[in-house]
């Protein structure tokens, strides 16, 4: 099969699970050779846009999520014109001070690794039930990793949007995938997606930058 037939065939969790796979071999080569943090932002934005179709099947509950995921990697995509790499936008940025400000590439970075970990926890949360009913799975997910950063407002708004959220045969028939075909493919996104959610830490801690924003 050839590597257009192949893309066509492939289901939302096949292309995302995939992708993070080779992400996941890059950072494994250049951990195991002499440049460890080379890794190519273009290469990385790839992979990150096919993780906007995941929160698009979860609904209106996620729209917020959706809407921000998809323009930080926007963003992230025409930075990628002017830098090589995920640790150019970070140096320059530290350069500049402006790492946590508002609209600045190391802020965007850092909320795409955010939507990345809530379809990695969201996932995880998914594998521990076989409930009809995905609103535990999801506030369990939002709780852990989004609302510590957000108002009263926005929390309030998201936990009443739950209840808009898909079965999750309504989630299964829309990601085009059996129970069993979904769980195998969430457990290749949750292993692959945890040591590049892990890198993108490393590049914030390396220079001395806090993960509490």
């Given amino acids: 099969m050839n590597n257009i037939a192949k893309q066509v065939?492939?289901?939302?969790?096949?292309?995302?699970?995939?992708?993070f796979e080779d992400l996941g071999k890059l950072i494994k080569e250049r951990k195991n050779g002499s440049n460890e943090e080379d890794l190519r932002l273009d290469t990385f934005c790839k992979a990150c846009s096919l993780v906007s179709v995941l929160f698009g099947c979860l609904g209106f509950a996620f729209k917020f999520a959706e809407l921000e995921y998809v323009a930080k990697v926007r963003d992230l995509v025409e930075a990628s014109k002017t830098f090589d790499t995920l640790q150019d936008i970070l140096d320059v940025d530290v350069a500049n001070g402006n790492v946590k400000t508002?609209?600045?590439?190391?802020?965007?970075?850092?909320?795409?690794?955010?939507?990345?970990?809530?379809?990695?926890?969201?996932?995880?949360?998914?594998?521990?039930t076989d409930h009809y009913s995905l609103k535990e799975v999801a506030s369990t997910a939002y709780a852990q990793v989004c609302a510590p950063y957000h108002t009263w407002a926005v929390r309030t708004a998201v936990y009443a949007g739950m209840y808009a959220l898909p079965s999750r045969d309504q989630l299964l028939?829309?990601?085009?995938?059996s129970n069993r075909s979904?769980?195998?493919?969430?457990r290749r996104y949750i292993n692959a997606s945890l040591p590049v959610i892990k890198y993108i830490?490393?590049?914030?801690?390396?220079r001395n930058i806090s993960l509490d924003w």
């Fill in 9 to 19: 065939s492939m289901t939302p969790l096949s292309a995302v699970s995939e992708a």
């Fill in 201 to 206: 830490d490393k590049l914030y801690l390396s």
């Fill in 182 to 186: 979904a769980e195998k493919k969430m």
């Fill in 102 to 128: 508002a609209g600045s590439h190391s802020r965007n970075l850092r909320r795409v690794r955010q939507g990345l970990d809530l379809i990695r926890v969201l996932f995880e949360q998914f594998l521990l």
């Fill in 173 to 177: 028939l829309k990601l085009n995938e």
